[in-house]
C-alpha cells in the first residue's frame, strides 16, 4: 500500500512588514532626539524680579551658573572661582559679549560678588542676570 507523502513547505517570513516596521522605529527615534532641547545640568531656582523684561532669543548667552551649594560653572562646565577670570577670557568675543550670570537664589551674596569680579576683571562690561517673573 502506498501512502500519499505531503512536501512540508519551508517557511518563509514576509520582509516588507518587517522593512516597514524598522522605517517607523528609526524615524520616531530621529525625531525624538533631534528636538530634545538641551537641558541645564544644575538645577537653578532663579530668584522673581518685578521690573524683568523678556528679552529676544535671538542670541546664544554663554552663561555663567552659580548653584545653591555655591558651585560655578561656564557653559555648564564645572569651574572654580579663580579660573573663572581666565576662562573667560579664553571665550571667543561674541560669546563674551553675550555672557550672562545665573545665580540661584540661594547662593551665598559673597560667592556672586566674586564671580562678578572675576567676571569684570576678565573684560566684561554688560552683564544681565536671568530672572523669573512674578507667580
Same mark, same amino acid.
Not at 60 to 78: P, Q, T, Y
Not at 105 to 130: C, E, Q, Y
Given at each position: 500500500? =502506498?501512502? /500519499? &507523502? *505531503? =512536501? *512540508?513547505? /519551508?517557511p518563509s517570513i514576509i520582509? &516588507?512588514?518587517l522593512v516597514d516596521i524598522l522605517t517607523i522605529l528609526l524615524i520616531f527615534f530621529v525625531v525624538s532626539t533631534t528636538f530634545k532641547k538641551d537641558q541645564p545640568? &544644575? %538645577?537653578i531656582n532663579l530668584p522673581e524680579s518685578q521690573t524683568a523684561t523678556s528679552a529676544p532669543a535671538e542670541t546664544e548667552h554663554a552663561v555663567v551658573a552659580v548653584n545653591e551649594n555655591d558651585e560655578v560653572s561656564l557653559d555648564g562646565r564645572a569651574l572654580p572661582v579663580e579660573e573663572l577670570q581666565s576662562a573667560v577670557q579664553d571665550?571667543?568675543?561674541s560669546r563674551k559679549s553675550t555672557l /550672562?550670570? %545665573?545665580a540661584? *537664589?540661594?547662593a551665598s551674596f559673597g560667592t556672586i560678588i566674586k564671580v562678578m569680579d572675576a567676571l569684570k576683571l576678565a573684560g566684561v562690561k554688560n552683564l544681565p542676570a536671568f530672572t523669573q517673573g512674578e507667580k
Amino acid at each position: 500500500m =502506498k501512502f /500519499a &507523502v *505531503r =512536501k *512540508r513547505r /519551508a517557511p518563509s517570513i514576509i520582509i &516588507v512588514s518587517l522593512v516597514d516596521i524598522l522605517t517607523i522605529l528609526l524615524i520616531f527615534f530621529v525625531v525624538s532626539t533631534t528636538f530634545k532641547k538641551d537641558q541645564p545640568e &544644575v %538645577q537653578i531656582n532663579l530668584p522673581e524680579s518685578q521690573t524683568a523684561t523678556s528679552a529676544p532669543a535671538e542670541t546664544e548667552h554663554a552663561v555663567v551658573a552659580v548653584n545653591e551649594n555655591d558651585e560655578v560653572s561656564l557653559d555648564g562646565r564645572a569651574l572654580p572661582v579663580e579660573e573663572l577670570q581666565s576662562a573667560v577670557q579664553d571665550l571667543p568675543g561674541s560669546r563674551k559679549s553675550t555672557l /550672562a550670570l %545665573q545665580a540661584d *537664589r540661594k547662593a551665598s551674596f559673597g560667592t556672586i560678588i566674586k564671580v562678578m569680579d572675576a567676571l569684570k576683571l576678565a573684560g566684561v562690561k554688560n552683564l544681565p542676570a536671568f530672572t523669573q517673573g512674578e507667580k
